[in-house]
């Protein structure tokens, strides 16, 4: 049977099965959110023959003890009893000497489940270890994966005084999909529609799956992220109660409500709650940060002492809490699709696009390109928001540091009418007034060498190429660019 298309996870493929292949013992371990397909990819990697394949149960370590031994007889066709295996060490050990004759890999999803809490988990690591370290009678290799959602918790595996600290041949972390890897799953959209699906949607490959080919991107939309009953709304709802060893969470989930309507700063985010913005708050939003459901964002050349604001990290979340949460009660009332219709698609719908998603897609856009494009390197995007000496408002949508030590400037625009020689001009003015306000790196990004880069999902007047200061280097792309496989400077 052939293997379905994997999508974006080339290296993960490469690494695992190199291991698998490589004739002697192999520890591996991947981290990664629910639902960013961990469980796709290694179930795709091996046929069932090879692979033994289990997911620990959120019940108990015996339970999951008792249950594993079963599966792991019924796989191997050997006889194992679980009355026979009161310890992990003997269960590890008779999962690494089957079928010794034959290269095996070995699944163990969901492996926090196999203790109870921390402590426990270092106990079955420790166990694990020890018949790891010790002589297996096999003439072929094994690859052992271990693998979970719970991704603080996972970590603690590979770092100093873990009982496999310095055992792991590979550590692994699955992200969500990016723009260009999301639209590979959308297939007969537009391209507009590809990054409307994405930013309502996220890149979590799950989410993706529950799109109905057959429906437009807007009535997608509607049922899957709008609707009350909504599955990625109710997923994005309570992925929080899910996160083992998190209390009260609800107090969480009102940070990132605040964050997604509008508080940037934890100031901000205290007056939305109600609250003092005190010590615990903090740590809250810390924790958030550390879960990767917050990022934090500097603007250029500030320090983390000023200025340091926070967003939502997950697209979809951003769209459930910015869009769907605040329209719940109307949509209730007068239906989802009708609120969407009237109230949401027009303009509330672009303007969050174009202000929450499309400055995220430009910077991936960048990063993804820049090497195939000969482009200067840019390894971290960020923005300016503030005001100029005389006090009036300034936004620079990209400001990024190249390897090299030059600067790339850049505008982002995802109206539909084309950027003209405005676009350009407004741009350039910014960073004079900036200059002008003492920005050291303002100065240098008016420099001939700095180029300055454009995206705009309407395309590009005549007139904008004809305000493009000749000495300068003006990289101009539309959305063909950022979708077809390889771009021209």
């Given at each position: 049977?052939?293997?379905?298309?994997?999508?974006?996870?080339?290296?993960?493929?490469?690494?695992?099965?190199?291991?698998?292949?490589?004739?002697?013992?192999?520890?591996?371990?991947?981290?990664?959110?629910?639902?960013?397909?961990?469980?796709?990819?290694?179930?795709?990697?091996?046929?069932?023959?090879?692979?033994?394949?289990?997911?620990?149960?959120?019940?108990?370590?015996?339970?999951?003890?008792?249950?594993?031994?079963?599966?792991?007889?019924?796989?191997?066709?050997?006889?194992?009893?679980?009355?026979?295996?009161?310890?992990?060490?003997?269960?590890?050990?008779?999962?690494?000497?089957?079928?010794?004759?034959?290269?095996?890999?070995?699944?163990?999803?969901?492996?926090?489940?196999?203790?109870?809490?921390?402590?426990?988990?270092?106990?079955?690591?420790?166990?694990?270890?020890?018949?790891?370290?010790?002589?297996?009678?096999?003439?072929?290799?094994?690859?052992?994966?271990?693998?979970?959602?719970?991704?603080?918790?996972?970590?603690?595996?590979?770092?100093?005084?873990?009982?496999?600290?310095?055992?792991?041949?590979?550590?692994?972390?699955?992200?969500?999909?990016?723009?260009?890897?999301?639209?590979?799953?959308?297939?007969?959209?537009?391209?507009?529609?590809?990054?409307?699906?994405?930013?309502?949607?996220?890149?979590?490959?799950?989410?993706?799956?529950?799109?109905?080919?057959?429906?437009?991107?807007?009535?997608?939309?509607?049922?899957?992220?709008?609707?009350?009953?909504?599955?990625?709304?109710?997923?994005?709802?309570?992925?929080?109660?899910?996160?083992?060893?998190?209390?009260?969470?609800?107090?969480?989930?009102?940070?990132?409500?605040?964050?997604?309507?509008?508080?940037?700063?934890?100031?901000?985010?205290?007056?939305?709650?109600?609250?003092?913005?005190?010590?615990?708050?903090?740590r809250l939003v810390a924790q958030l940060e550390d879960l990767s459901y917050l990022t934090s964002e500097l603007d250029f050349g500030e320090s983390r002492t000023r200025g340091l604001?926070?967003?939502?990290?997950?697209?979809?979340?951003?769209?459930?809490?910015?869009?769907?949460?605040?329209?719940?009660?109307?949509?209730?009332?007068?239906?989802?699709?009708?609120?969407?219709?009237?109230?949401?698609?027009?303009?509330?719908?672009?303007?969050?696009?174009?202000?929450?998603?499309?400055?995220?897609?430009?910077?991936?856009?960048?990063?993804?390109?820049?090497?195939?494009?000969?482009?200067?390197?840019?390894?971290?995007?960020?923005?300016?928001?503030?005001?100029?000496?005389?006090?009036?408002?300034?936004?620079?949508?990209?400001?990024?540091?190249?390897?090299?030590?030059?600067?790339?400037?850049?505008?982002?625009?995802?109206?539909?009418?084309?950027?003209?020689?405005?676009?350009?001009?407004?741009?350039?003015?910014?960073?004079?007034?900036?200059?002008?306000?003492?920005?050291?790196?303002?100065?240098?990004?008016?420099?001939?060498?700095?180029?300055?880069?454009?995206?705009?999902?309407?395309?590009?007047?005549?007139?904008?190429?004809?305000?493009?200061?000749?000495?300068?280097?003006?990289?101009?792309?539309?959305?063909?660019?950022?979708?077809?496989?390889?771009?021209?400077?």
């Amino acid at each position: 049977m052939e293997v379905p298309r994997l999508i974006d996870r080339e290296h993960e493929t490469a690494v695992l099965r190199g291991l698998a292949d490589r004739g002697r013992p192999a520890l591996a371990l991947v981290r990664g959110r629910r639902r960013v397909g961990k469980t796709y990819l290694l179930s795709q990697l091996w046929n069932q023959r090879r692979a033994l394949y289990f997911v620990a149960s959120a019940t108990t370590p015996e339970i999951n003890r008792q249950v594993l031994v079963q599966t792991a007889a019924q796989w191997a066709g050997v006889d194992l009893r679980p009355e026979d295996h009161p310890t992990w060490r003997l269960v590890f050990r008779s999962l690494f000497a089957m079928r010794p004759d034959e290269p095996i890999v070995v699944i163990l999803d969901e492996f926090q489940y196999l203790a109870a809490g921390p402590d426990g988990l270092r106990e079955v690591a420790s166990e694990l270890n020890a018949v790891w370290e010790s002589e297996t009678q096999r003439t072929a290799g094994v690859l052992v994966v271990l693998c979970g959602s719970a991704v603080r918790t996972l970590a603690v595996l590979e770092q100093g005084g873990s009982p496999l600290y310095g055992r792991l041949d590979a550590s692994l972390v699955l992200v969500p999909f990016d723009y260009y890897d999301s639209a590979q799953m959308l297939r007969g959209y537009s391209m507009r529609d590809r990054i409307n699906l994405y930013a309502a949607l996220g890149g979590l490959p799950a989410n993706l799956a529950e799109i109905d080919a057959a429906n437009g991107a807007d009535q997608n939309i509607v049922k899957l992220a709008l609707a009350p009953d909504g599955i990625v709304r109710t997923r994005v709802h309570t992925q929080l109660d899910q996160e083992e060893g998190l209390r009260q969470t609800q107090q969480y989930r009102a940070v990132l409500a605040g964050i997604g309507l509008g508080a940037r700063t934890v100031g901000e985010i205290a007056s939305k709650m109600g609250r003092s913005a005190d010590s615990a708050l903090k740590r809250l939003v810390a924790q958030l940060e550390d879960l990767s459901y917050l990022t934090s964002e500097l603007d250029f050349g500030e320090s983390r002492t000023r200025g340091l604001r926070y967003r939502l990290a997950d697209p979809a979340a951003r769209f459930h809490y910015r869009i769907a949460l605040p329209a719940e009660s109307a949509a209730v009332a007068f239906g989802a699709q009708h609120i969407w219709s009237t109230e949401i698609r027009p303009e509330i719908f672009p303007a969050y696009v174009g202000a929450h998603v499309f400055e995220d897609i430009a910077r991936q856009a960048y990063l993804r390109r820049a090497v195939d494009a000969g482009l200067p390197l840019v390894p971290h995007w960020q923005r300016w928001q503030g005001t100029d000496r005389s006090g009036a408002g300034i936004d620079v949508d990209m400001v990024g540091r190249t390897i090299d030590g030059g600067l790339v400037t850049g505008s982002v625009k995802y109206r539909g009418r084309q950027a003209t020689a405005r676009t350009y001009l407004e741009h350039e003015h910014a960073l004079r007034r900036l200059a002008a306000s003492g920005r050291g790196w303002a100065r240098q990004a008016l420099q001939p060498s700095s180029p300055f880069f454009f995206l705009s999902a309407g395309g590009f007047a005549p007139s904008f190429h004809e305000a493009c200061e000749p000495a300068r280097d003006v990289i101009a792309w539309t959305l063909r660019d950022i979708f077809k496989p390889e771009l021209r400077r």
